[in-house]
Structures are given as structure tokens and as C-alpha cells.
């Protein structure tokens, strides 16, 4: 009986000690990925010449907003901001209709051509580069045309690959083949089945899309030459190349280049929160989704 009560205090004396350990280790990496989003925060509203010298690790330094009014006070941001929107909103439906609609016939295993299929779709992820899809583009007349952002790149085949295996491992094939046996079509089966039992990775793909068009400013930059049509991360990427060419100009002309330098840093953390703010507002509201999403569509063995 001492010898059982023992080993029982020593078995949880060391489940005690491994939830200590564990969550040591996991304050440990959420410091590790947290802190440099914080640290630009506080580095946006200190003096840069705090922050280059190390006056900054917790708190800011010499509070100032002058970044960001730098930064919201060209025009062209509100612009910026409303096309990010328009490009986040329509890229992430079109991305997870196009997802969706090739992952479910390719998760069919009675598929004519399945194999094939999936094999092309697999290549496209391996071949290709910036000059033939821009010859494309460029011959399908899509140039300075918001469908430039959209069309190309689709159908992520990764995230693809994603769905179509929660397709195949976790929708109740007995539920398909009730829907067969009762008459019910592929498209039938597909709209009242399939995806009423995937919310949850359809979560995970909306934040996946609009991460990426929200943060999208390459393809604008190569596809959309007109400044009207550029989504926010390129307008403050022009306005940081401006406030940068005004320093160095100012540095030759007048020696005023130490308060523009100033300025360029302050706008360049700035630029960094104003574009990843709305991100982090909205990923709360579908996190609960998203850990049961992407361990349902993982592989499995």
C-alpha cells in the first residue's frame, strides 16, 4: 500500500513537472513569434535612433506618431486601402470556389483520368516562372486588368491538395453513397454534402487566400502599371521610395538628410503595422476553425 502511494505522488510529481516543462517551452515560442510584430509596433511610435540603439527592447522610446502621419497623409492610402479590400474580398472567393471545384472531383476515386490529373496539377507547382506566366498574361490581355490578380494564380495546388484530402479522409463516405443511392448528382451531392461538412477547412482556406491578396503587392507591381489600381502594401512601398529618394536628395542639396532618414525609418515600421493590423483583427474571429482544419486536411499516412 506505501509503495502504491508513492509511486503515485511520483507520478504526478512528474505530470506536474512535464506541464511546467511544456509550458515553459510554449511561452517560450510564443515570445520568440510575437515579439518582433511588437517590437516593430514600439519602433513605429519611438525615436529610430533609440531604436538603433537598443532603447527599445520593451518599451517605446521618445513617443511619436510622426510615421504614421507621414504615412496617412499621402492621399493615395485610402485608394491603396479600398483596392487591398476589393482584391482580398474577390481573390478569396474566386481562390476558394476554384480550390473547392478541382479538389472535389479529384478526391473521387472513380475518377476517369484521376491520376493524370493529379500529377498535372503537381508539375505546375515544380515548372513555370515569372516570364511565361507573364507572356501569358500579357497574350490572354489580362495587363492593367484587375483579373491579373485573380486569374493566374487561382488555384493554390498546395492548398488544394489540402481540401482534397479532407475530402477523402474526413467527409463520411456513407453520407455520399446515400446521396448516390437516393439519385442525387456529383454537383448535388457536392453543394448540399460536401461542403455544408467542411467549414472548417474552408475557414482555413479564406485565411490563407486573404492573407495572401492582402499582402499581394508583387503581382500589382508586374501586372498593374496604372497607380490607381495598386493595393495598399504597394502604395506604401512607393511612398517609402519617395520619402527615401526626398533623404537622399536632401542629403546632397541642403544637408537636411538626417531628419528625412529619420522620417524613412519611422515610416518603414509604420508601413509594416498599417498593412498587418487588419489581418490580425480578423484572425481571431476564424482561429477556432483553424487548427481543426488543417489537422483534418493533413496527410495521412
Known amino acids: 500500500m506505501g509503495k502504491s502511494k508513492k509511486a503515485g505522488q511520483l507520478r504526478g510529481l512528474s505530470e506536474r513537472t512535464s506541464d511546467i516543462i511544456l509550458v515553459v517551452?510554449?511561452?517560450?515560442?510564443?515570445?520568440?513569434?510575437?515579439?518582433?510584430?511588437?517590437?516593430?509596433?514600439?519602433?513605429?511610435?519611438?525615436?529610430?535612433?533609440?531604436?538603433?540603439?537598443?532603447?527599445?527592447?520593451?518599451?517605446?522610446s521618445q513617443f511619436t506618431l510622426d510615421g504614421y502621419k507621414a504615412v496617412f497623409a499621402d492621399k493615395s492610402i485610402i485608394t491603396g486601402f479600398l483596392n487591398s479590400i476589393k482584391y482580398t474580398v474577390v481573390g478569396t472567393i474566386f481562390s476558394v470556389v476554384m480550390i473547392y471545384l478541382s479538389a472535389y472531383p479529384l478526391s473521387v476515386k472513380n475518377l476517369p483520368g484521376r491520376k493524370f490529373l493529379s500529377i498535372?496539377?503537381?508539375?505546375?507547382?515544380?515548372?513555370?516562372?515569372?516570364?511565361?506566366?507573364?507572356?501569358?498574361?500579357?497574350?490572354?490581355?489580362?495587363?492593367?486588368?484587375?483579373?491579373?490578380?485573380?486569374?493566374?494564380?487561382?488555384?493554390?495546388?498546395?492548398?488544394?491538395?489540402?481540401?482534397?484530402?479532407?475530402?477523402?479522409?474526413?467527409?463520411p463516405k456513407e453520407m455520399i453513397e446515400a446521396a448516390e443511392i437516393d439519385g442525387a448528382s456529383h454537383w448535388t451531392t457536392f453543394i448540399?454534402?460536401?461542403?455544408p461538412l467542411s467549414r472548417s477547412i474552408m475557414a482555413v482556406m479564406v485565411v490563407f487566400s486573404m492573407v495572401a491578396y492582402w499582402n499581394d503587392w508583387f503581382t500589382a507591381l508586374i501586372y498593374l502599371p496604372g497607380t490607381e489600381h495598386a493595393p495598399l502594401p504597394l502604395v506604401l512601398r512607393n511612398i517609402l521610395i519617395k520619402s527615401s529618394a526626398s533623404a537622399s536628395q536632401a542629403g546632397m542639396i541642403s544637408g537636411g538628410y538626417a531628419e528625412l532618414s529619420k522620417l524613412t525609418e519611422m515610416i518603414k515600421f509604420s508601413s509594416v503595422i498599417v498593412v498587418a493590423l487588419p489581418m490580425l483583427i480578423i484572425y481571431p474571429f476564424v482561429q477556432k476553425y483553424f487548427e481543426k482544419g488543417m489537422m483534418a486536411g493533413a496527410v495521412k499516412g
Open 25 to 60: 517551452i510554449c511561452l517560450i515560442i510564443v515570445f520568440l513569434v510575437a515579439y518582433p510584430l511588437y517590437y516593430v509596433l514600439i519602433a513605429s511610435v519611438s525615436d529610430p535612433y533609440d531604436v538603433y540603439a537598443g532603447k527599445t527592447f520593451l518599451l517605446p
Open 120 to 171: 498535372f496539377f503537381i508539375i505546375t507547382m515544380y515548372f513555370g516562372g515569372l516570364m511565361p506566366t507573364y507572356l501569358v498574361v500579357r497574350d490572354t490581355g489580362l495587363i492593367d486588368t484587375i483579373w491579373a490578380m485573380f486569374i493566374p494564380g487561382g488555384v493554390g495546388v498546395s492548398n488544394m491538395i489540402i481540401v482534397r484530402n479532407f475530402f477523402e479522409h474526413s467527409v
Open 192 to 195: 448540399k454534402i460536401i461542403v
